[in-house]
T-cell receptor
Framework: AQRVTQPEKLLSVFKGAPVELKCNYSYSGSPELFWYVQYSRQRLQLLLRHISRESIKGFTADLNKGETSFHLKKPFAQEEDSAMYYCALSGPIQGAQKLVFGQGTRLTINP | DAGVTQSPTHLIKTRGQQVTLRCSPKSGHDTVSWYQQALGQGPQFIFQYYEEEERQRGNFPDRFSGHQFPNYSSELNVNALLLGDSALYLC????????????FGSGTRLTVV
């Protein structure tokens, strides 16, 4: 079964502190992993994809196939990082690209 | 480019009624997916349309149906509404060639009373 688990519904850190949002997944095969972000009063938007291996807004995420994890990290949190973060996966099946989302983690950066 | 547009933004319906939600994909996108997001939950996949056909479906009853038009826009229809259908309904579009990064709309907030 395809499943994404984000164990923390709420995460609060101080500005300048490191941030790690956890994501574990269950999938038979090689999925594609994503992090989506939703800032207050804005629509859901793609933050980064594991396949592109890029850093967006200082965030990085490494796919660990052994631990089936895709944790999101940032070394120094900023107040504008406060948002709802969703981890998601999709299968590699050609033409079947549904996203399976976790429940989300609300990140709050305290000044 | 307006991105993905959804209408209406808010809707209140009575239990047992039928509802139609609309979505226009981002320019250049030809695949439309619909998601249901209940309060405090992540989005759940309903179905996906490509070339005017339902390509994949999630675990939703037949009361949920859809359509895609030649201009790639799409509709989501829900019949015999239940209180539990109250949620934010998101439309997401993606482009050709297996590109997997979706662009999401702002959603339609459906309240069933």
């Amino acid at each position: 079964a395809q499943r994404v688990t984000q164990p923390e519904k709420l995460l609060s850190v101080f500005k300048g502190a490191p941030v790690e949002l956890k994501c574990n997944y269950s999938y038979s095969g090689s999925p594609e992993l994503f992090w989506y972000v939703q800032y207050s009063r804005q629509r859901l938007q793609l933050l980064l994809r594991h396949i592109s291996r890029e850093s967006i807004k200082g965030f990085t995420a490494d796919l660990n196939k052994g631990e089936t994890s895709f944790h999101l990290k940032k070394p120094f949190a900023q107040e504008e990082d406060s948002a709802m973060y969703y981890c998601a996966l999709s299968g590699p099946i050609q033409g079947a690209q549904k996203l399976v989302f976790g429940q989300g983690t609300r990140l709050t950066i305290n000044p | 480019d307006a991105g993905v547009t959804q209408s209406p933004t808010h809707l209140i319906k009575t239990r047992g009624q039928q509802v139609t939600l609309r979505c226009s994909p981002k320019s250049g996108h030809d695949t439309v997916s619909w998601y249901q997001q209940a309060l405090g939950q992540g989005p759940q996949f309903i179905f996906q349309y490509y070339e005017e056909e339902e390509r994949q479906r999630g675990n939703f009853p037949d009361r949920f149906s859809g359509h895609q038009f030649p201009n790639y826009s799409s509709e989501l229809n829900v019949n015999a509404l239940l209180l539990g259908d109250s949620a934010l309904y998101l439309c997401a579009s993606s482009g050709r060639g297996g590109y997997r990064g979706y662009t999401f709309g702002s959603g339609t907030r459906l309240t069933v009373v």
